[in-house]
């Protein structure tokens, strides 16, 4: 099982970046999808969850409105559209995915079962 994550980068406060997860070695449809991040210094933290059929979503309540999930079945990817970056929003992102049961939305990163490498996300002032 792979995840590559990408599209991390170096981008002034209001910019958007958007990040990309490609999947293999599993069968994309039946994992629900979450990216995470790590600040310097704090702790693991989800930012955005999405099911595996892609109805249900869930937020950090400091993204919701600026950041976005989403997933491509067919080309087993998921991604995170983000806008109106903050410098508080620089981290190391990680994608995630988690087997469940139909519509399940899993939002404790204990609960996920692979991980991609992370990519470097960098906000400046």
């Known amino acids: 099982v792979q995840l590559q994550a990408s599209g991390g980068g170096l981008v002034q406060t209001g910019g958007s970046l958007r990040l990309s997860c490609a999947f293999s070695g599993i069968t994309f449809s039946y994992y629900a999808m979450g990216w995470f991040r790590r600040a310097p210094g704090k702790e693991l933290e989800l930012v955005a969850a999405?099911?595996?059929?892609?109805?249900?979503?869930s937020y950090a309540d400091s993204v919701k409105g600026r950041f976005t999930i989403s997933r491509e079945n067919d080309k087993k990817r998921v991604y995170l559209q983000m806008n109106s970056l903050k410098p508080e929003d620089t981290a190391v992102y990680y994608c995630?995915?988690?087997?469940?049961?139909?519509?399940?939305?899993?939002?404790?990163?204990?609960?996920?079962?692979?991980w991609g490498q992370g990519t470097q996300v960098t906000v400046s002032s």
């Open positions: 999405l099911s595996r059929g892609g109805g249900r979503t």
């Open positions: 995630a995915a988690d087997r469940v049961i139909s519509s399940v939305l899993p939002i404790d990163k204990a609960e996920y079962d692979y």
